[in-house]
C-alpha cells in the first residue's frame, strides 16, 4: 500500500516528521458446543496509524481505513492534535537502528491445514474431554483462534520495516461437580507449528486443573509458607517487572525509584525481557522503529536496568531498550516476552522442602486486587494445602495477601517446571517464606 | 453507510446456504482523548473505527465476520466465505427492508464533534487546577483525561428490518499518585455519561471529582492494612454495585444461562435472593452510562426485573442465546465494536432501594467492615465464585464508622452472598465503569443503595478483625 499522498501533504501542511504503521490481519476462530461448532468467525482487517511531529510536538491518529482522499483529514487531525500539547517532553520520529535481528515468527504451514482438521482436533479434544473423567459433567468450550498479521512501519527518514508473524491457540474448558460442589477448569495451548499441539495433553491437563480442586475447603486465616506456581508467578512478575517502566521511574511513581544496581528481589531470581527468542511473541523491532535485543532486567536480585523508549531515555541521556509501544499520540513501554530463570528443583522437591504451607495455583482478579504501583495485593486464589511435603487437599475460597516487594525478596527457592503464557511470560514455581493466607 | 440494495444483497448472499438469519453491523466511528498530566496537556489522539460485522445464525449454531473493506465486492466475498459453513438450500429471501422506529431517549444538544480541543481542555483543567492548588507536596503525579465519542451504526438483517443509530458518549477521568514515607496510594474517579459537555458541568464537578481522587488516594496513605476473616460488610452506594455485577449480572447473562453454564440456569422462579433484594437491569435510563434505545439486533431497550423480591424473574437474553431457552431477546445483544460478534451483556444494572436510612445500617453494625468503593472485581460465571478489590474501606465499631483501611478484596460465591444481603439502603446511586467479556469492553452502570451483607470473607494483610 502506498502512502505518499499522505506524506505529501503532510509536509505541504508543515508537519516536519511523520511516520505510518499499517497493519494487515486475518483471523479464524471457532467455537465447539456438545460437538457442534456453535460459533465461527473469520476476518480480514487492515489498521493504519500515523502520526507526525508539528512545531516540535507529536500529534496522532489511528483509522480502520485509509484512502487518498482522507489523507488531508488525517494530516489535519494531526496538527490538531500535535497544536494542543504543552508538555516539553522530546518526541521523536526514528531514523534506524544499526543492526535488526532475524526472527521467525511466521509459519508458513499454518494457513495450508484444511480448517475440517482443526476442526477435527477440536471435536476430539471434545469428546476425550467429555469421557476423561465421571466427574466432568459438561465440557464448557473448546475453541479455536488463528491470527496472522503483518506490520510495517515507513517514515519520513526513509525508515522501512516489516515483520509477519502468526499464531494459534487451542483453548478448553471443563465443569467438574462432586457433592453439590462445581468447579471449572481450563487451559490453552499456543504455537505456530501445528504439528507441535496434541490434543491428549490439553484434554489432560484441563481434566487435572478442574477435578483437581474438588473437595476443597477453606484453610485457616494465617501465614503460611507458600509454594507459588507458574501462573501465579507469571502474574505476580508481570506486575513488578512494570515498576522497571522508566517513565514511572522518572515521575517518582515506581517501586524502583532509585533503585538501580540495587536489590530488589532474592539473589535467586534473574528475570529478562527476552525479545529475540523461538516462540510467537518474539519481535525483531519496537513500535518506534527500535532494535529490540535480549537483556536481564533483575539478575541475581539485583535491578540491572529501566526500560526505555526514546524519550523516556533521552531524558536519562541512555539509548531506548526497544520496549516502545505506541497507542494513541503516546508512546508507552512494556517489556516483550519476559523470562524469570528456572531452578533446578522439581516441584515435588519445592513441596518437600516447606513441608507444611500451601500451594497456590491460580490467582484472579488482579485488575482490582493488584496495585503495581503500590506493590499491593490481596487475590482470590485456587491452590492446595501442603502437609508434611505431600498435597492434602484443595482449598476452596481463600485470598492471598502481600506485597510485590518483599514477596520477591523473600523467594528462597526456584523450581525447574517452566511454563509458558500467553501473556508472553514463561516462569517456573517458586518457595516464599511468608504468605498471608485468608480463609476460614 | 451502506446502499439499501447492497444490504439486500448481501444478507441474502448470507442465506444462500439454508442460515435462518442474517445481518450486517456497519459501524463509523471516531473518538478524540486529551491527556493533561501534571499540569500540561501531553497527548491528545484521535481514532477512527469503521467497518462492517456480518452474523449469519442457523439454528444454534453463529458465523461472524468482519472487514473494514466496505466495497460491494469486499462484503459480498465476506459473505460468500462465511456462508460455506453451511450446506443446505436457500429457505427464504428478504426483499425489501424497512425502518424500525425507536425513541432517542439520549438526546444531546451539542456534539462533541462541534468542541474545540480548547472547550475539552478548558474542561479538564477545571480539575487539575484544584488539584494543583493544593500544593500538597504528598501529590508526585496527577493525570487528567477527557475521552469524548461519536458512533453511528446501521444495522439491517433478514427479517426485513433496518435501523441507524447515532451515540455520543464522553468521560472525564482523574488519577493520582501520592506517595509519603509510608509508601505510595492511587486515587482513581471517573464519571462518564451517553450526554454532552453540559452533564459535566451541572451534574458532576469536575473539581469534585478530581479533590476525591486526591482524598481517597491521602486517606489510604495513612490507612492500615485491612484485618482478615470472614465479616459483616457494609457496602457503599454507587460503586458498590459492583458486587451486584459480578456476582449475579454475568450469571445471569443468556451467554451462560442458555448453555447451563451458569450457577443460576434453571432457577427461574426460585428464591437466589434474600427477600429484601430487587435487582434490576435497564437500559431505558434517559442519557445514562450503559444505556441503549435499541440493541445490536435491532430489539428495543428495555427495564428487565431480574430478582423481584428475592426471586429470579428474568435474564438478560439476545435472541441467539435466546434460542437455546426457549426465549425471545430482551434488548441485551451488544458489542464493543464491528469486531466482535455480539452477544447479551448488562446496560444500567443495579439493586433497587430498599427502605432504611443508610445511617441506620452502619448503626446497626457493632463490628465489621465498610466498603465505600473498588476498584473492580471477576466472576466465574459457571461456580459463582467473584472478588472485587475495595480502594476505600473503614472499620465499623459499635455502629460508627472508625480508621481507614486498605488493601481489602472481598470474594465469595454468588449465590451464597445473595442470601445474606440482610439489610437494603434507599440512597440508590450509579457509577460508571466499563465491562469487558465476550463481545469486548461496553460501557456499563453498575448501582445500589447501601446494603449489608452478614457475612462475607475479606482477604487483607491486617490480621483477625478486633
Known amino acids: ?440 | 453507510m451502506i446502499s439499501k440494495q447492497l444490504a439486500i444483497d448481501v444478507l441474502n448472499k448470507m442465506l444462500e446456504t439454508g442460515a435462518d438469519y442474517s445481518e450486517i453491523f456497519y459501524e463509523d466511528s471516531i473518538g478524540n482523548a486529551i491527556t493533561i498530566e501534571n499540569g500540561k496537556v501531553s497527548t491528545s489522539s484521535t481514532g477512527i473505527t469503521s467497518g462492517v460485522g456480518l452474523r449469519i445464525l442457523k439454528e444454534n449454531q453463529c458465523v461472524y465476520g468482519y472487514t473494514s473493506d466496505l466495497t460491494r465486492k469486499g462484503l459480498m466475498s465476506l459473505a460468500d466465505s462465511l456462508n460455506k459453513s453451511f450446506n443446505g438450500k436457500q429457505v427464504f429471501k428478504v426483499n425489501h427492508l424497512d425502518m424500525i422506529k425507536c425513541k432517542n431517549r439520549n438526546p444531546i444538544k451539542k456534539s462533541y464533534r462541534s468542541l474545540t480541543q480548547g472547550e475539552k481542555i478548558a474542561l479538564i483543567r477545571e480539575g487539575t487546577d484544584a488539584i494543583e492548588q493544593l500544593k500538597d507536596p504528598r501529590i508526585v503525579r496527577y493525570i487528567g483525561n477527557f475521552g469524548s465519542n461519536y458512533r453511528f451504526v446501521a444495522i439491517y438483517n433478514s427479517k426485513g428490518k433496518w435501523f441507524k443509530r447515532e451515540t455520543e458518549f464522553a468521560r472525564l477521568a482523574y488519577s493520582v499518585v501520592v506517595a509519603d514515607e509510608n509508601g505510595m496510594e492511587t486515587g482513581f474517579e471517573g464519571p462518564g455519561c451517553q450526554d454532552d459537555i453540559s452533564y459535566f458541568k451541572e451534574k458532576v464537578q469536575p473539581k469534585e471529582s478530581a479533590l476525591k481522587a486526591v482524598n481517597t488516594a491521602l486517606l489510604m496513605l495513612s490507612a492500615k492494612e485491612c484485618p482478615s476473616g470472614k465479616m459483616p460488610v457494609v457496602i457503599g452506594n454507587g460503586w458498590g454495585g459492583v458486587l451486584f455485577h459480578e456476582a449475579c449480572g454475568h450469571p445471569l447473562e443468556a451467554s451462560a444461562v442458555s448453555r447451563g453454564l451458569s450457577c443460576f440456569a434453571g432457577k427461574e422462579g426460585e428464591m437466589i435472593a434474600s427477600p429484601i433484594v430487587t435487582a434490576v437491569d435497564d437500559s431505558t435510563i434517559p442519557n445514562a452510562w450503559g444505556s441503549i434505545d435499541i440493541d445490536d439486533e435491532g430489539n428495543l431497550g428495555t427495564k428487565r426485573v431480574l430478582i423481584k423480591d428475592g426471586k429470579l424473574v428474568n435474564f438478560m437474553i439476545d435472541d441467539f442465546n435466546g434460542r437455546r431457552m426457549g426465549k425471545e431477546g430482551n434488548g441485551s445483544c451488544r458489542r464493543q465494536n464491528y469486531k466482535y460478534c455480539p452477544t447479551s451483556r448488562m446496560s444500567n444494572t443495579y439493586i433497587d432501594n430498599g427502605k432504611t436510612n443508610p445511617e441506620d445500617i452502619i448503626k446497626a453494625t457493632k463490628l465489621g467492615l465498610y466498603a465505600v468503593s473498588f476498584n473492580g472485581g471477576s466472576v466465574d460465571p459457571t461456580t459463582g465464585e467473584f472478588n472485587f478489590g475495595c480502594s476505600e474501606a473503614y472499620i465499623i465499631r459499635d455502629g460508627k464508622i472508625t480508621e481507614p483501611v486498605k488493601g481489602a478484596t472481598l470474594i465469595g460465591k454468588g449465590e451464597e452472598i445473595l442470601k445474606k444481603i440482610d439489610m437494603v439502603g434507599n440512597d440508590l446511586a450509579l457509577a460508571q465503569g466499563m465491562c469487558g467479556a465476550a463481545s469486548g469492553s461496553i460501557r456499563t452502570n453498575v448501582g445500589q443503595p447501601t446494603i449489608r451483607i452478614s457475612e462475607i470473607l475479606v482477604g487483607g494483610r491486617g490480621g483477625e478483625l478486633k
Open chain 1, 1 to 440: 500500500m502506498k502512502f505518499d499522498k499522505f506524506f505529501e501533504l503532510a509536509k505541504k501542511a508543515g508537519i516536519e516528521e511523520a511516520e505510518v504503521s499499517f497493519s494487515n490481519s486475518y483471523s479464524l476462530s471457532f467455537s465447539l458446543f456438545h460437538g457442534e461448532i456453535d460459533s465461527y468467525s473469520t476476518s480480514n482487517s487492515f489498521g493504519f496509524y500515523a502520526r507526525g511531529i508539528y512545531k516540535g510536538k507529536m500529534g496522532s491518529i489511528s483509522s480502520d481505513v485509509y484512502n487518498n482522499k482522507m489523507a488531508q483529514f488525517f494530516v489535519d487531525k494531526i496538527i490538531e492534535n500535535a497544536s494542543v500539547v504543552e508538555n516539553d517532553d522530546p518526541v521523536f520520529i526514528f531514523k534506524g537502528s544499526k543492526n535488526y535481528r532475524k526472527i521467525n515468527t511466521f509459519n508458513r504451514q499454518l494457513a495450508t491445514i484444511p480448517v475440517e482438521k482443526k476442526i477435527d482436533l477440536a471435536r476430539e479434544v471434545e469428546s476425550k474431554l467429555r469421557v476423561a473423567d465421571p466427574r466432568i459433567i459438561e465440557v464448557a468450550t473448546v475453541a479455536y483462534d488463528e491470527s496472522s498479521s503483518s506490520l510495517t512501519i515507513i517514515n519520513t527518514h526513509g525508515l522501512k520495516l516489516s515483520q509477519r508473524s502468526n499464531y494459534f491457540v487451542y483453548y478448553a474448558a471443563a465443569v467438574a461437580k462432586e457433592n453439590e460442589q462445581t468447579k471449572t477448569g481450563s487451559e490453552m495451548f499456543l504455537d505456530n507449528d501445528f504439528d507441535k499441539f496434541v490434543p491428549n495433553e490439553l484434554v489432560a491437563e484441563v481434566v487435572k486443573e478442574t477435578v483437581s480442586q474438588l473437595g476443597g475447603h477453606p484453610c485457616d486465616s494465617s501465614t503460611y509458607k507458600a509454594v507459588l506456581g507458574p501462573a501465579v508467578v507469571s502474574a505476580l512478575m508481570n506486575a513488578y517487572v512494570s515498576s522497571a517502566i522508566a517513565e514511572d521511574v522518572q515521575k517518582n511513581s515506581s517501586l524502583f525509584v532509585g533503585k538501580l544496581g540495587q536489590k530488589v528481589a532474592s539473589s535467586k531470581v534473574t528475570i529478562e525481557d527476552l525479545p529475540i527468542n523461538k516462540t510467537v511473541f518474539s519481535k525483531s523491532f519496537d513500535d518506534e522503529g527500535v532494535a529490540t535485543y535480549n537483556k536481564a532486567i533483575i539478575k541475581n536480585g539485583n535491578l540491572e536496568t529501566y526500560l526505555y523508549n526514546l524519550t523516556t531515555a533521552a531524558k536519562d541521556g541512555v539509548e531506548s531498550t526497544g520496549n516502545g509501544v505506541t497507542s494513541g499520540s503516546k508512546v508507552y513501554t512494556a517489556p516483550t516476552y519476559l523470562k524469570m530463570k528456572p531452578g533446578r528443583k522439581s516441584q515435588e522437591e519445592l513441596f518437600k522442602e516447606i513441608g507444611d504451607g500451601v500451594y497456590i495455583t491460580e490467582v484472579s482478579g488482579l485488575h482490582a486486587g493488584l496495585n503495581s504501583r503500590t506493590g499491593n495485593f490481596s487475590l482470590q486464589s485456587t491452590g492446595f494445602l501442603i502437609k508434611g511435603g505431600k498435597i492434602d487437599h484443595p482449598l476452596d475460597i481463600i485470598t492471598v495477601s502481600g506485597n510485590l516487594v518483599s514477596l520477591f525478596s523473600s523467594i528462597s527457592s526456584v523450581g525447574n517446571d517452566s511454563k509458558e503464557f500467553i501473556s508472553g511470560t514463561s516462569c517456573p514455581s517458586v518457595i516464599v517464606k511468608k504468605l498471608v493466607v485468608s480463609g476460614k
